[in-house]
């Protein structure tokens, strides 16, 4: 993956005049979002998607003791606010199609902790390299049983899944701007909440949790978890590019496809459905037969050695060392795929230059 760091054509003007030390730059950032996820979604921006997810998870009530339900193949961000609330995490494997949490081993899973005495107080599901899951199950799973959801977009700001953007869908939804992200602020996250109140309240707690008084006053305990003003203003920016950028992916993607396409054994992630558009923030494969001497690994040395970056993909987290004790309901599937997949070059600045290389180091192999 690209070192550099896509701003586009930008040419911002880093002035300190256009820097307010108010919250200008953050309430127009805020704005700016809530323009494009549309009606009824309140969006408190704050420096990291991790916060994010932390603040939801605080705002539904999570506390010591408590079980929530999470996907297990993401990355490790997901999870680990569940932990910093004393709480624990009960892991869910992926489906195959979409490659996110399981609608039939979440609800196998809820039944079973229910079984046990303890009911789950949320479920945290994601849309890994900006594939939506199987988002109308998961709602009515959570409906049914009436526990509320955190839908993780960290990765998939700039998809939809008919014709609704993720981040949209949940009680909270988080979007990330971190370095890696389809567009950044060098670090930054929004909470999308769905009333005013949630909105109030997630940023007063952003903010310390001042109380209203002529003085530093404090009732609760807060959180240093805004953003700050020059991201805030570096986000207004990069929001004019966001349809760029997702249009570059998805070209990226589909010369990934084409090339594939004619592969026996290589499989190319994308949309299993016409009614879901994935940002494809991350072009990713899959080996689904034996091929000779072929290994995800083989691949990954191959473009090493021509100087390409690869990656495995999210190692699941019921496999990771921190989380060797949390539950986990599942069948392999994300094992298999941790196994068997490679993340590819992806940035927005590939050029096809950039992208015959890729390929042509990886038909070395073939
Ligand atoms: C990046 C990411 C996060 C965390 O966002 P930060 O802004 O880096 O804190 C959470 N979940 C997923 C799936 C991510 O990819």
């Given at each position: 993956?690209?070192?550099?760091?896509?701003?586009s054509?930008?040419?911002?003007?880093?002035?300190?005049?256009?820097?307010?030390?108010?919250?200008?730059?953050?309430?127009?950032?805020?704005?700016?979002?809530?323009?494009?996820?549309?009606?009824?979604n309140?969006?408190?921006?704050?420096?990291?998607?991790?916060s994010a997810?932390?603040?939801?998870?605080?705002?539904?009530?999570?506390t010591?003791?408590?079980?929530?339900?999470?996907?297990?193949?993401?990355?490790?961000?997901?999870?680990?606010p569940?932990?910093y609330?004393g709480?624990?995490?009960?892991f869910?494997?992926?489906?195959?199609?979409?490659?996110?949490?399981?609608p039939?081993?979440?609800?196998k899973?809820?039944?079973?902790?229910?079984?046990?005495?303890?009911?789950?107080?949320?479920?945290?599901?994601?849309h890994?390299?900006?594939?939506?899951?199987?988002?109308d199950?998961?709602?009515?799973?959570?409906?049914?049983?009436?526990?509320?959801?955190?839908e993780?977009?960290?990765e998939?700001?700039?998809?939809?899944?008919?014709g609704?953007?993720c981040g949209?869908?949940?009680?909270f939804?988080i979007?990330?701007?971190?370095?890696?992200?389809?567009?950044?602020t060098f670090?930054?996250?929004?909470?999308?909440?769905k009333?005013?109140?949630?909105?109030?309240k997630?940023t007063?707690?952003?903010?310390q949790?001042?109380?209203?008084?002529?003085?530093?006053?404090?009732?609760?305990?807060?959180?240093n978890y805004r953003?700050s003003?020059?991201s805030a203003?570096?986000?207004?920016?990069?929001?004019?590019?966001?349809?760029?950028n997702?249009?570059?992916?998805?070209n990226i993607?589909?010369?990934?496809?084409?090339?594939?396409?004619?592969?026996?054994?290589i499989?190319?992630f994308e949309?299993?459905?016409?009614?879901?558009?994935?940002?494809?923030?991350?072009s990713?494969?899959?080996?689904?037969?034996?091929?000779?001497?072929?290994?995800?690994?083989?691949?990954?040395?191959?473009?090493?050695?021509?100087n390409?970056?690869?990656?495995?993909?999210?190692?699941?987290?019921h496999?990771?060392?921190?989380?060797?004790?949390?539950f986990f309901y599942?069948?392999?599937?994300?094992?298999?795929?941790?196994?068997?997949?490679?993340?590819?070059?992806s940035?927005?600045?590939?050029?096809?230059?950039?992208?015959?290389?890729i390929?042509a180091?990886?038909?070395?192999?073939l």
């Open positions: 993956m690209s070192k550099k760091i896509f701003l054509n930008s040419t911002l003007d880093f002035s300190l005049k256009n820097i307010n030390t108010d919250e200008k730059n953050i309430l127009d950032f805020e704005n700016s979002l809530e323009r494009y996820l549309g009606e009824n309140f969006a408190v921006a704050l420096n990291s998607g991790t997810i932390h603040l939801a998870l605080i705002l539904l009530g999570v010591n003791g408590d079980e929530v339900i999470c996907q297990s193949f993401t990355f490790v961000a997901s999870a680990n569940i932990l609330l709480a624990s995490p009960i869910i494997d992926s489906e195959k199609e979409t490659w996110n949490m399981s039939y081993f979440l609800e899973a809820i039944l079973d902790r229910i079984s046990k005495g303890k009911k789950p107080k949320v479920i945290i599901f994601v890994l390299y900006g594939m939506p899951a199987k988002i199950e998961i709602l009515a799973i959570s409906k049914k049983y009436n526990i509320p959801l955190i993780d977009a960290a998939a700001l700039g998809s939809e899944y008919k609704q953007k949209t869908f949940g009680d939804g979007i990330s701007f971190n370095n890696n992200k389809i567009i950044t670090g930054g996250g929004i909470l999308v909440c009333n005013k109140e949630y909105k109030e997630a007063f707690l952003s903010k949790a001042r109380d209203v008084a002529p003085h530093y006053q404090h009732s609760e305990i807060g959180y953003i003003n020059l203003f570096i986000g207004i920016d990069q929001m004019q590019y966001l349809v760029a997702k249009n570059l992916r998805r993607n589909s010369f990934y496809k084409d090339f594939f396409n004619n592969i026996d054994g499989y190319l949309e299993y459905k016409t009614d879901i558009v994935s940002n494809h923030w991350l990713c494969l899959v080996l689904n037969k034996e091929i000779k001497q072929l290994s995800v690994e083989s691949i990954r040395l191959q473009l090493l050695k021509d390409i970056e690869s990656r495995p993909l999210w190692k699941p987290l496999l990771q060392p921190l989380y060797k004790d949390a599942g069948e392999g599937v994300s094992e298999n795929l941790f196994k068997n997949g490679l993340c590819l070059p940035g927005s600045n590939l050029t096809l230059v950039d992208l015959g290389r390929t180091s990886i038909k070395k192999l």
